[in-house]
């Protein structure tokens, strides 16, 4: 099956920094890549997602790139803001029938962004 | 609105207990989810049910009993709770028909079990 691997697992910048997080996936099949924030007690919130077909994907703040090739992705997000802290998870879609998504997550990457 | 929504959010129980935990969505997806968040917050999925049918169950001991009345719910039940069972459990749904498409998630119920 899939195994995603995630890095780091805590990273901290200073307010305005740009920080990346970097993932890697094993499934060759995996077309659709999700990251996801997760504020304290809350739900996983997608804020950004690329599929195999497109190499760089950017939303504001916030670019993904994938690397079929070397099967890693990353996530940048720049000119951090204190409101960025936050657990991000990347997490690779693998195919199956029966319709809908099977996710397999990364371990997770504490984000703090520091005054 | 709220788009997935799970009840309790939260549940102290026993061990040896039975419990049952309930998700609703209102997006008109047919497909949803059970995810269990582990203490390192690990999200590992257990089950995937499309239109009420169950398509993907990931080894989950069989205490776990998940039940779709329709399309719009799925709720999990937990037999003889066990302490390695604490985690947060995350109901998720997804776009009807559709692969490769955003998974919109509950807010979580957080099951202490002692």
């Known amino acids: 099956g899939e195994n995603v691997e995630q890095h780091p697992s805590t990273l901290s910048v200073q307010e305005g920094d740009s920080a990346v997080i970097k993932c890697t996936y094993s499934d060759s099949a995996s077309n659709y890549f999700p990251w996801y924030k997760q504020e304290l007690g809350k739900g996983p919130q997608l804020i950004i997602d690329i599929r195999s077909n497109v190499g760089e994907k950017k939303d504001q703040r916030i670019a993904v790139t994938l690397n079929k090739t070397a099967k890693h992705f990353s996530l940048h997000i720049t000119e951090t803001q204190p409101e960025d802290s936050a657990v991000y998870f990347c997490?690779?879609?693998?195919?199956?029938?029966?319709?809908?998504?099977?996710?397999?997550f990364g371990t997770g990457t504490q984000l703090k962004v520091e005054l | 609105d709220t788009a997935v929504s799970q009840t309790p959010k939260y549940l102290v129980t026993q061990m040896g207990n039975d419990k049952s935990i309930k998700c609703e969505q209102n997006?008109?997806?047919?497909?949803m989810y059970w995810y269990k968040q582990d203490s390192k917050k690990f999200l590992k999925i257990m089950f995937s049910y499309n239109n009420k049918e169950l398509i993907i169950n990931e080894t989950v001991p069989n205490r776990f009993s998940p039940k779709s009345p329709d399309k719009a719910h799925l709720n999990l039940h937990i037999n003889s709770l066990e302490l390695g069972d604490s985690a947060v459990y995350f109901c998720?749904?997804?776009?009807?028909?559709?692969?490769?498409?955003?998974?919109?998630f509950g807010q979580g119920t957080r099951l202490t079990v002692v």
């Open positions: 997490a690779a879609d693998s195919t199956f029938t029966g319709g809908g998504n099977k996710l397999t």
């Open positions: 997006l008109g997806h047919d497909t």
């Open positions: 998720a749904s997804s776009r009807p028909g559709q692969i490769n498409t955003e998974a919109f």
